[in-house]
């Protein structure tokens, strides 16, 4: 009789599930786009789109793979750090922002309709839309936590006028920035809306173009979780949302001590 | 009327903030920007304001080095370039380092002319923008956290508020604006706020780092939970 996976993976390390051999997972950047074109990046996108706002609604269209999709350097930072801890991840490359990293709401949320769509299994969110978008995100939030798909989501690096959303919902995994010596520590916050605390501070990213920067942020400290929860899926596919958020909570205090 | 093309830099806080020269909202404005840089471990700074109608931002005043303001007044910034357009574009504070070509970040890409770090936070006023006030460090390997950011953005909030009661003000003044008969709760704290400010650090830049503490303690108190 195999044993049941959400024991094992209580008993893993989760900075040994990389060394594994990990099933695929699949993993949604709604974003400012992503430059495959990058050495950090070339052949780890499986798809590129892009939702831009238009007179009547939102179009999307398709982007040639393996090309430049980000107009600002957003995206393809946050699509680096994920790329980097979990090699098994096939990135899906949605860019929701225009230029200069304007975000319209519209498009972030056909952007998360079409995620939901495709069953990608785990959704990174380094955004944030304001709280009157609620009547929208929330249903679809929820229906990704009913479909199996794991939302991680980031805290307004300046929660002014709110925490921002869809982190603040208790279907996805919102996420706050920390100061850690290794991407496998996490800090669990019982009682926040903002669940966890990840390293977001002094984080090497991928530039458009070529090269490396350093930057800090809650958008940084996102894709560090999104990694993590795609290592533990990777090992262990039957994991639920839930599972997955408890699990990271054990982590989380046992990197505590 | 809008400004002419040929904006003269001497005038931009005046012209687009109605903010003369010497004046206490002027005076408090610097000593924002100084006070910011010195609390974040920046060596410049600046303030640039919004030139609504050409669309871009324009350096009025930099701090920490006389011939950066002679050079930079004036200059235009277009919004969504670099990290201060990218501030005043989103809204959001920004912190930026230099671009190297290998990921141990040991060889620089360009002419590594570029600061070392910047921090870039919009000045907003109800829902508009005003303009981006900016800390730069050249010191080596020198990186702003996201608590300096938060910090400096506080710096910029304060500095939108001195902003927003001169035009009130001016609004009154000339009349195109009815006084309000009761000074609304808000106001009247911002007021106090900025009073206490000015008192605190003029004429005694020993009190500067007293009042950093302040702001900080303030901050930790204000925002939720501070970052590990």
Same mark, same amino acid.
């Given at each position: 009789?195999?044993? +049941?996976?959400?024991?094992?993976?209580? =008993?893993?390390?989760?900075?040994?599930?990389?060394?594994?051999?990990?099933?695929?997972?699949?993993? $949604?950047?709604? +974003?400012?786009?992503?430059?495959?074109? =990058?050495?950090?990046l070339a052949g780890r996108v499986a798809e590129a789109f892009h939702f831009r706002p238009e007179s009547d609604g939102v179009a999307r269209a398709d982007v040639a793979a393996g090309a430049n999709n980000d107009t600002y350097g957003h995206g393809t930072g946050v699509a680096s750090i994920i790329a980097r801890l979990a090699p098994n991840v096939r990135l899906h490359d949605l860019r929701v922002l225009e230029p200069g990293n304007k975000?319209? $709401?519209?498009?972030?949320? $056909?952007?998360?309709?079409?995620a939901l769509e495709r069953r990608w299994r785990v959704i990174n969110l380094s955004?944030?839309?304001?709280?009157?978008?609620s009547t929208e995100l929330i249903p679809l939030c929820e229906k990704a936590y009913f479909q199996?798909?794991?939302l991680v989501a980031s805290k307004r690096n300046f929660p002014f006028p709110d925490v921002g959303f869809p982190a603040a919902y208790a279907s996805t995994i919102g996420i706050e920035i920390g100061r850690f010596d290794s991407p496998f520590k996490l800090v669990f916050n019982p009682g926040d809306t903002i669940e966890f605390t990840a390293l977001g501070e002094d984080l090497t990213i991928a530039v458009v173009g070529g090269g490396y920067t350093t930057k800090s942020g809650t958008s940084f400290a996102t894709p560090v979780v999104t990694a993590l929860c795609a290592l533990l899926v990777g090992h262990y596919p039957e994991l639920r949302p839930?599972?997955?958020?408890?699990?990271?909570? =054990?982590?989380?205090?046992?990197?505590?001590? | 009327m809008p400004p002419p093309a040929s904006t003269a830099p001497d005038h931009l806080l005046s012209r687009f903030l109605g903010i003369l020269p010497s004046t206490p909202e002027e005076k408090i404005l610097r000593?924002?920007?100084?006070?910011?840089?010195?609390?974040?471990?920046?060596?410049?700074?600046?303030?640039?304001?919004?030139?609504?109608?050409?669309?871009?931002?324009?350096?009025?005043?930099?701090?920490?080095?006389?011939e950066?303001?002679?050079?930079?007044?004036?200059?235009?910034?277009?919004?969504?370039?670099?990290?201060?357009?990218?501030?005043?574009?989103?809204?959001?504070?920004?912190?930026?380092?230099?671009?190297?070509?290998?990921?141990?970040?040991k060889e620089r890409a360009g002419d590594g002319s570029t600061p070392d770090a910047v921090i870039a936070a919009p000045m907003v006023s109800g829902d508009e923008l005003v303009g981006v006030v900016t800390a730069v460090s050249?010191?080596?390997?020198?990186?702003?956290?996201?608590?300096?950011?938060?910090?400096?953005?506080?710096?910029a909030a304060i500095a939108a508020i001195v902003v927003d009661l001169r035009r009130r003000l001016s609004a009154y003044e000339s009349g195109e604006a009815a006084v309000p008969q009761e000074e609304s709760e808000r106001a009247r704290l911002e007021r106090r706020v900025l009073a206490s400010m000015q008192r605190l650090v003029s004429g005694d830049p020993a009190r500067l780092r007293a009042v950093a503490d302040l702001l900080a303690a303030v901050e930790g108190v204000a925002l939720p939970r501070a970052a590990q």
């Open positions: 009789m195999s044993e +049941d996976p959400v024991l094992s993976a209580f =008993h893993e390390q989760l900075s040994r599930l990389a060394e594994k051999n990990l099933q695929p997972v699949d993993v $949604a950047v709604l +974003d400012s786009g992503i430059d495959a074109t =990058h050495p950090d975000g319209v $709401a519209a498009c972030v949320i $056909a952007g998360l309709r079409f955004l944030a839309v304001a709280e009157k978008f199996n798909q794991i839930f599972e997955i958020k408890a699990l990271l909570k =054990h982590y989380a205090a046992a990197a505590a001590g | 000593m924002l920007i100084e006070l910011g840089c010195e609390v974040v471990g920046g060596q410049e700074g600046s303030l640039l304001i919004y030139d609504k109608d050409a669309d871009v931002l324009r350096f009025a005043m930099t701090v920490g080095d006389p950066s303001e002679k050079k930079l007044r004036g200059q235009a910034v277009p919004l969504g370039a670099g990290l201060t357009g990218l501030a005043a574009a989103t809204l959001e504070v920004q912190t930026g380092a230099p671009t190297f070509k290998d990921i141990e970040q050249f010191q080596h390997g020198k990186r702003f956290s996201s608590k300096d950011a938060r910090l400096y953005a506080g710096f």
